[in-house]
């Protein structure tokens, strides 16, 4: 047995650390290590059994080996009585410093820059989320201003049909959403959540400034160009090269970094804390709201410059918010919370799929207390928790099965198995918990088709219609203004009014709609706005008819409001329950993916969007029609399209309902060591 004594100084103060291993070769086993941290400061402590805590270490020396396993057992436990009871007290380790007042660190493993357990009082909470936030109005501010009208950009600057401006649009913001995964497989696995929000943002300004100078300097011709109605002339090959390039650098700089910063600004509060816990589920609502009111910004201001013709002035306009919010972006360097990189996703889970294929005639045990899982520093240290052991995908858990030649290694050599032939029970877990997610991932699919349509034929729609309102011209792509709006009401609203009313109404006990409750009901909402479009295109069909051979119709553009709050109420249940849901339902090393996985929703709802466009185009311009989506929208029927939508929505939450239903939540073991679950709805 050996006896280790380190004497650290830290501001003032003392800690000595005892650091005992227990070793007994006939025995056969590594019985224990234990170990003990006693705080000194201006006096010695008081606490008698601290003191004989001390005393019987300093005597296992001379204790047989039997007696010394039943001591250092009993020890072992005290000694975790008082750990449990200092956590219960006051949470994560105190410091106090030459003023004599006592600093608390985080307890969910978060760290400072340095890479040391973060002190609350110094780092995160509201001051470094308000940063992050700031960060995200005016990034989407810029990003709004680049999207909202990049179908009317398309249209008079590069001379593209209805049809053909929607898919560029659909495929353009089907890739911002991929790029999202992309920058959350990276956040999580190796650059960590700030790193990646910097590096992503700088790209973010390279493209924005192309966009300028090459709008600037050659789109615009001749001058004048670009307004509702009057095309710029036939661009060179290089000059679309150079759009094109520019915008996608805009789909990446924008879309892999958002993850990472929702993830991030999450961070910024202890969920070990119950005060920073209801912090932290309120933040993903606020970035939701602050992704609105840059969007709100660039839909009324920039968009009106924009269709006067401006789009020079709108263009740097977005170019300089994107710096700004770069700046506000790096203040917070010096506080900020991180969690460290937890490595490869993708190998973790390919170590399961083989080491579960290698074991396929393996007897699979009865329950999962047989199953190998280790308690590891390292994780706690990183905050990620263990996950305990569940029912489903049993093929998986052949992975964790402990084969004879798994136990040689573990017991005789002391070595950590190979994770290609034996895996813990937590990173077989892991596989499940994505595999889970699929199907309700899926499902939220079609309503990123709804609110897509919202961003491309909506606007198409309004452009059709008569745009006066008094001595007011009002752009077509600004209605979108209700949608953010009502969007952003709502989320501020849910909990103090609505929620109450609910309870009131329904005369139950005050439950609060779960995650998978509210995307439910927001696909509902979304059914009913897509109903509704498709009875304005009708009404506005109607009134086209004085006007031969001009896309326009005498109906107000202000009818289009009722399907914009809808859609907007859809996005305020959707959306932030989407996005807490798929953060509480990865493991605590994958937050960022688990974000990047909702948003890739509205990847593939882009895509998915585009594909129903062109299979119903095609379909409807057999024998020289025109089709549903013609250039002059008075010749088609939009209104079918919007039917078709509301019919595939509809059938989309039916599967939706199914999925929802069979959906088993993660459960995770608690930071304190005890094994009861938690489990998170």
Same mark, same amino acid.
């Given at each position: 047995?050996?006896?280790?004594?380190?004497?650290?100084?830290?501001?003032?103060?003392?800690?000595?650390?005892?650091?005992?291993?227990?070793?007994?070769?006939?025995?056969?086993?590594?019985?224990?290590?234990?170990?003990?941290?006693?705080?000194?400061?201006?006096?010695?402590?008081?606490?008698?059994?601290?003191?004989?805590?001390?005393?019987?270490?300093?005597?296992?020396?001379?204790?047989?080996?039997?007696?010394?396993?039943?001591?250092?057992?009993?020890?072992?436990?005290?000694?975790?009585?008082?750990?449990?009871?200092?956590?219960?007290?006051?949470?994560?380790?105190?410091?106090?410093?030459?003023?004599?007042?006592?600093?608390?660190?985080?307890?969910?493993?978060?760290?400072?820059?340095?890479?040391?357990?973060?002190?609350?009082?110094?780092?995160?909470?509201?001051?470094?989320?308000?940063? %992050?936030?700031?960060?995200?109005?005016?990034?989407?501010?810029?990003?709004?201003?680049?999207?909202?009208?990049?179908?009317?950009?398309?249209?008079?600057?590069?001379?593209?049909?209805?049809?053909?401006?929607?898919?560029?649009?659909?495929?353009?913001?089907?890739?911002?959403?991929?790029?999202?995964?992309?920058?959350?497989?990276?956040?999580?696995?190796?650059?960590?959540?700030?790193?990646?929000?910097?590096?992503?943002?700088?790209?973010?300004?390279?493209?924005?400034?192309?966009?300028?100078?090459?709008?600037?300097?050659?789109?615009?011709?001749?001058?004048?160009?670009?307004?509702?109605?009057?095309?710029?002339?036939?661009?060179?090959?290089?000059?679309?090269?150079?759009?094109?390039?520019?915008?996608?650098?805009?789909?990446?700089?924008?879309?892999?970094?958002?993850?990472?910063?929702?993830?991030?600004?999450?961070?910024?509060?202890?969920?070990?804390?119950?005060?920073?816990?209801?912090?932290?589920?309120?933040?993903?609502?606020?970035?939701?709201?602050?992704?609105?009111?840059?969007? %709100?910004?660039?839909?009324?201001?920039?968009?009106?410059?924009?269709?006067?013709?401006?789009?020079?002035?709108?263009?740097?306009?977005?170019?300089?918010?994107?710096?700004?919010?770069?700046?506000?972006?790096?203040?917070?360097?010096?506080?900020?919370?991180?969690?460290? @990189?937890?490595?490869? @996703?993708?190998?973790?889970?390919?170590?399961?799929?083989?080491?579960?294929?290698?074991?396929?005639?393996?007897?699979?045990?009865?329950?999962?207390?047989?199953?190998?899982?280790?308690?590891?520093?390292?994780?706690?240290?990183?905050?990620?928790?263990?996950?305990?052991?569940?029912?489903?995908?049993?093929?998986?858990?052949?992975?964790?099965?402990?084969?004879?030649?798994?136990?040689?290694?573990?017991?005789?050599?002391?070595?950590?198995?190979?994770?290609?032939?034996?895996?813990?029970?937590?990173?077989?877990?892991?596989?499940?918990?994505?595999?889970?997610?699929?199907?309700?991932?899926?499902?939220?699919?079609?309503?990123?088709?709804?609110?897509?349509?919202?961003?491309?034929?909506?606007?198409?729609?309004?452009?059709?219609?008569?745009?006066?309102?008094?001595?007011?011209?009002? @752009?077509?792509?600004?209605?979108?203004?209700?949608?953010?709006?009502?969007?952003?009401?709502?989320?501020?609203?849910?909990?103090?009014?609505?929620?109450?009313?609910?309870?009131?109404?329904?005369?139950?006990?005050?439950?609060?709609?779960?995650?998978?409750?509210?995307?439910?009901?927001?696909?509902?909402?979304?059914?009913?706005?897509?109903?509704?479009?498709?009875?304005?295109?009708?009404?506005?069909?109607?009134?086209?008819?004085?006007?031969?051979?001009?896309?326009?119709?005498?109906?107000?553009?202000?009818?289009?409001?009722?399907?914009?709050?809808?859609?907007?109420?859809?996005?305020?249940?959707?959306?932030?329950?989407?996005?807490?849901?798929?953060?509480?339902?990865?493991?605590?090393?994958?937050?960022? %993916?688990?974000?990047?996985?909702?948003?890739?929703?509205?990847?593939?709802?882009?895509?998915?969007?585009?594909?129903?466009?062109?299979?119903?185009?095609?379909?409807?311009?057999?024998?020289?029609?025109?089709?549903?989506?013609?250039?002059?929208?008075?010749?088609?029927?939009?209104?079918?399209?919007?039917?078709?939508?509301?019919?595939?929505?509809?059938?989309?939450?039916?599967?939706?309902?199914?999925?929802?239903?069979?959906?088993?939540?993660?459960?995770?073991?608690?930071?304190?060591?005890?094994?009861?679950?938690?489990?998170?709805?």
């Amino acid at each position: 047995m050996m006896t280790h004594v380190m004497l650290v100084q830290i501001q003032g103060h003392i800690n000595l650390v005892l650091l005992v291993n227990v070793l007994h070769d006939n025995l056969g086993i590594h019985l224990f290590q234990l170990f003990i941290a006693i705080n000194f400061t201006s006096s010695l402590p008081t606490n008698p059994f601290i003191f004989s805590l001390t005393t019987k270490l300093f005597h296992l020396k001379s204790m047989a080996p039997e007696a010394l396993s039943n001591e250092a057992s009993l020890l072992n436990n005290n000694f975790k009585m008082v750990e449990l009871n200092h956590l219960e007290n006051g949470g994560g380790g105190e410091e106090r410093g030459e003023n004599g007042a006592t600093a608390t660190f985080t307890r969910d493993g978060s760290v400072d820059r340095h890479g040391k357990t973060a002190v609350k009082e110094r780092s995160g909470g509201w001051r470094c989320g308000m940063l %992050l936030l700031v960060n995200q109005g005016l990034v989407t501010l810029a990003f709004a201003g680049v999207e909202v009208n990049l179908v009317l950009f398309s249209k008079s600057v590069l001379r593209h049909s209805n049809a053909e401006a929607a898919q560029t649009f659909s495929r353009w913001m089907g890739t911002v959403y991929l790029f999202s995964l992309m920058g959350a497989f990276l956040s999580d696995s190796y650059l960590g959540r700030y790193l990646t929000c910097v590096i992503f943002q700088v790209l973010y300004i390279i493209g924005l400034i192309a966009l300028s100078l090459s709008t600037q300097l050659f789109l615009l011709k001749p001058d004048g160009c670009g307004k509702i109605g009057e095309l710029c002339e036939t661009h060179k090959p290089f000059e679309t090269a150079i759009f094109y390039i520019s915008i996608y650098l805009i789909a990446l700089g924008n879309g892999a970094p958002e993850p990472a910063l929702a993830t991030f600004g999450a961070d910024q509060f202890d969920e070990e804390d119950p005060k920073e816990r209801q912090s932290k589920t309120s933040f993903y609502s606020y970035f939701y709201v602050a992704l609105n009111l840059g969007s %709100l910004v660039a839909e009324t201001i920039l968009v009106y410059i924009e269709n006067m013709g401006y789009w020079v002035v709108g263009f740097w306009t977005c170019t300089i918010s994107a710096i700004v919010g770069y700046v506000f972006l790096l203040s917070g360097t010096l506080r900020y919370r991180h969690f460290k @990189p937890s490595g490869n @996703p993708i190998s973790r889970f390919s170590q399961v799929i083989v080491a579960s294929m290698k074991k396929l005639h393996q007897n699979m045990p009865s329950n999962g207390e047989e199953l190998y899982e280790v308690h590891s520093k390292e994780n706690e240290t990183n905050g990620m928790r263990r996950i305990l052991h569940t029912s489903g995908f049993k093929f998986l858990d052949r992975a964790a099965i402990i084969v004879p030649e798994d136990m040689k290694v573990i017991k005789h050599e002391g070595q950590t198995p190979n994770p290609w032939h034996l895996c813990t029970v937590t990173q077989v877990e892991e596989v499940k918990c994505i595999l889970r997610l699929l199907p309700v991932w899926l499902c939220t699919i079609f309503s990123s088709v709804v609110f897509i349509q919202m961003l491309s034929l909506f606007v198409e729609q309004g452009a059709a219609m008569n745009r006066n309102v008094a001595n007011f011209h009002i @752009p077509p792509a600004s209605m979108t203004v209700f949608d953010i709006v009502s969007t952003s009401i709502f989320i501020m609203l849910y909990d103090r009014l609505i929620i109450p009313l609910y309870v009131k109404v329904t005369k139950r006990k005050p439950k609060i709609p779960s995650p998978l409750q509210r995307i439910g009901i927001g696909l509902a909402i979304a059914v009913v706005a897509m109903i509704i479009a498709g009875i304005v295109e009708q009404q506005r069909l109607k009134l086209a008819s004085g006007f031969t051979g001009r896309e326009t119709s005498s109906l107000s553009i202000l009818w289009q409001t009722p399907q914009y709050v809808l859609v907007g109420v859809s996005e305020a249940f959707v959306y932030v329950a989407q996005m807490e849901f798929f953060a509480s339902q990865t493991p605590d090393g994958l937050k960022s %993916l688990g974000i990047g996985l909702s948003m890739s929703s509205s990847a593939m709802g882009s895509y998915v969007a585009s594909t129903i466009l062109t299979v119903v185009m095609r379909v409807t311009t057999k024998d020289g029609k025109l089709g549903w989506v013609p250039p002059n929208l008075n010749d088609g029927h939009l209104d079918r399209f919007f039917f078709l939508s509301a019919v595939l929505a509809a059938v989309n939450f039916v599967l939706y309902v199914l999925c929802a239903k069979r959906y088993k939540s993660i459960s995770l073991e608690k930071r304190d060591g005890t094994s009861e679950k938690d489990i998170i709805d």
